[in-house]
């Protein structure tokens, strides 16, 4: 009798974990909305369309980060849920780079406010927000590794083209964070925060992800 028992205990403790990571995943993409406000409109004072528009352009930049950070928060709980369809077991190790890699999710509410100090010629505040990218898609990819490649038993047989997907997929999206991260660091030391420069950085970093889209769609194993 202890056996089954055993069995379904973890079983339970398995699901806590992964039913604590949807909730902290679910807390960071409601705090991302919070600061979203609409400007306050003085009494008494004429209000007119020129007023209006420079008062919402950093309205705009907050909902344009907010929408970049839903998406990719929403893309990294999709990759998250499909490497815990394969999960049957955890140890110390998942569990620290689980909360490693939950720790970087929930800290996007605090480096989205960034956007809101970025001027003309100054770029730098967004740099602690790249980097959270990365740290996110890195320890995300640890994570996937850890699960997929131990021997430790963490995972259930069977699927392995899935398997080799799920952690193909994640080295490519590291590689692209990587390589903006890089490009926008250029950016800021060499160039002085052109703008020139970090826009030709982040077009060729978003022809770079649907090229390897593509790509990856490619090596995407059939349905079993």
């Not at 569990?95 to 480096?111: A, E, S």
């Not at 956007?115 to 602690?128: E, G, Q």
């Amino acid at each position: 009798m202890s056996e089954p028992n055993n069995s379904i205990h973890k079983e339970f403790e398995l699901e806590r974990l992964i039913l604590f990571s949807d909730a902290v995943f679910a807390i960071a993409i409601t705090l991302l909305v919070i600061d979203l406000r609409f400007p306050e409109i003085p009494k008494g004072i004429p209000i007119s369309p020129a007023w209006w528009l420079s008062e919402m352009k950093p309205l705009a930049v907050q909902f344009v980060s907010f929408a970049i950070s839903f998406v990719f928060i929403g893309l990294s709980w999709a990759r998250h849920l499909r490497l815990c369809r394969h999960l049957k077991n955890y140890n110390s190790g998942v569990i620290i780079r689980n909360l490693f890699f939950l720790f970087f999710v929930v800290t996007f509410p605090f480096t989205i406010t960034g956007f809101t100090h970025i001027r003309p010629k100054f770029m730098y505040p967004i740099l602690p927000y790249v980097f959270n990218v990365f740290m996110v898609s890195l320890s995300q990819y640890m994570l996937t590794y850890y699960i997929l490649r131990s021997k430790h038993g963490l995972y259930a047989p069977g699927n392995e083209a899935e398997k080799k997907f799920i952690l193909f997929q994640s080295g490519v999206f590291l590689a692209i964070v990587s390589f903006f991260m890089i490009g926008l660091s250029v950016v800021l030391i060499i160039f002085r925060g052109n703008e020139t420069a970090f826009a030709i950085v982040s077009w060729t970093v978003v022809l770079c992800a649907l090229l390897s889209k593509r790509w990856v769609r490619k090596h995407r194993p059939p349905k079993e």
